[in-house]
C-alpha cells in the first residue's frame, strides 16, 4: 500500500511539473521558483518513500551504508533540480545567483 501512495506522489509531482511547465510564461519568476520546489520536495518525497519502502525492514536495518546511498541520492536530485529544472524554467535564473 505504501508503494502505491508514493507512487502517486511521483505522478501527481510529474504532472504538476508538465502543467507548470506549459503555463510558466504566465507567472513571475518568483511563483515559478517557489512551486517547482515544492514540486521538487513532493518528487523527491516519493522517489525516498518509494525506495525505502522497497527494502525489507531487516535488510535495511544491516545495511550501513543505506543513509549515505539516500543522501546523495537527494543530492543528485537537488542538483539536477537547480541546475537542470530551473533553467529551462527560469532561463536567466543561473544569472541572477
Same mark, same amino acid.
Not at 16 to 36: E, N, P
Not at 68 to 84: E, K, N, T, Y
Given at each position: 500500500?505504501?508503494?502505491?501512495?508514493?507512487?502517486? #506522489?511521483? =505522478? @501527481?509531482?510529474?504532472? %504538476?511539473?508538465?502543467?507548470?511547465?506549459?503555463?510558466?510564461?504566465? &507567472? *513571475?519568476?518568483?511563483?515559478?521558483?517557489? #512551486?517547482? =520546489? @515544492?514540486?521538487?520536495? %513532493?518528487?523527491?518525497?516519493?522517489?525516498?518513500?518509494?525506495?525505502? &519502502? *522497497?527494502?525489507?525492514?531487516?535488510?535495511?536495518?544491516?545495511? @550501513?551504508?543505506?543513509? %549515505?546511498?539516500?543522501?546523495?541520492?537527494?543530492?543528485?536530485?537537488?542538483?539536477?533540480?537547480?541546475?537542470?529544472?530551473?533553467?529551462?524554467?527560469?532561463?536567466?535564473? %543561473?544569472?541572477?545567483?
Amino acid at each position: 500500500m505504501a508503494r502505491r501512495i508514493y507512487s502517486i #506522489i511521483i =505522478a @501527481i509531482a510529474v504532472g %504538476l511539473g508538465f502543467y507548470l511547465f506549459t503555463i510558466r510564461d504566465t &507567472h *513571475s519568476k518568483a511563483y515559478l521558483i517557489t #512551486i517547482s =520546489a @515544492i514540486i521538487f520536495t %513532493l518528487f523527491s518525497m516519493g522517489i525516498h518513500g518509494l525506495l525505502a &519502502h *522497497s527494502l525489507k525492514p531487516k535488510v535495511k536495518g544491516d545495511i @550501513i551504508i543505506y543513509p %549515505l546511498l539516500m543522501g546523495v541520492l537527494w543530492a543528485v536530485l537537488f542538483f539536477l533540480f537547480v541546475f537542470v529544472f530551473l533553467p529551462i524554467l527560469c532561463p536567466d535564473f %543561473l544569472l541572477q545567483l
